[in-house]
């Protein structure tokens, strides 16, 4: 979900569309069918109040560029290896996530830099789950399936290998967001010997490991920012329960 402006939020869907929401009304009263597969994540640009397009991108790698006044599509691209699973915007080029690896593409669909996997990660069989993007760092942090430990690669040289951000305890990495001068990464892991849904709040500057939250049964499945003051977190379905942090 996206909010598009102050009126509408946009989600994406598994059938391909994209639902808009009218805040006021509380229905949704338009549909956007340009994708031909799941919508996977849908961006505006950071620090706009009112955004004046908002990016959207699908299972088959699809991007597009939607112009929120007029709902139409400014601009479309294609990546050949499909599997899109998240984007982000960055210096006027938009990050894209395959699995495989994540592309630096402008927003024409030109091809700037590639992290593939596969030259970091030769002794296993391993994909990219999640990225954050630290602007002011110049670092990208993702996390990768079948491991514990958090990488953090250059902006400016991804060619470099990988800092490495060791999770004590932890089974799998499933989701990471950023909260300020924090990244908070949900997982699963032990807990006094037990499995247990756990986060951990790494600090972004140091880059070490401030604390480890664990508040669920099952594993942590999703983590959301609110209000630049609190954070979500949401377990999976043998528990499914949310739970809300202070952020500090």
Known sequence: MVMADQNQVWVGSEDSVIYIINVHSMSCNKQL???CSSVTDLIVQ????????????SMDGTVLAWNVSTLQVTSRFQLSSGGLTSIRLHGGCLW???GNSIMVMTTNGFLCQELKIEEHFKDISTSFLAFQLLPEQEQLWAACAGRSEVYIWRLKDLAQPPQRVSLKDCSEIICMIRVKKQVWVGSRGLWQGT??????????????VEKELVAHTDTVRTLCSAEDRYVLS????EEGKIAIWKGE
């Open 33 to 35: 069918t340009d994708h």
């Open 46 to 57: 950071d620090g706009q109040r009112v955004p004046s397009e908002v990016y959207s991108c």
């Open 96 to 98: 894209c996530c395959t």
């Open 195 to 208: 499995p247990r849904g756990k986060i951990y709040v790494i600090d972004a500057e140091r880059k070490t």
């Open 234 to 237: 949401g377990s999976g379905r």
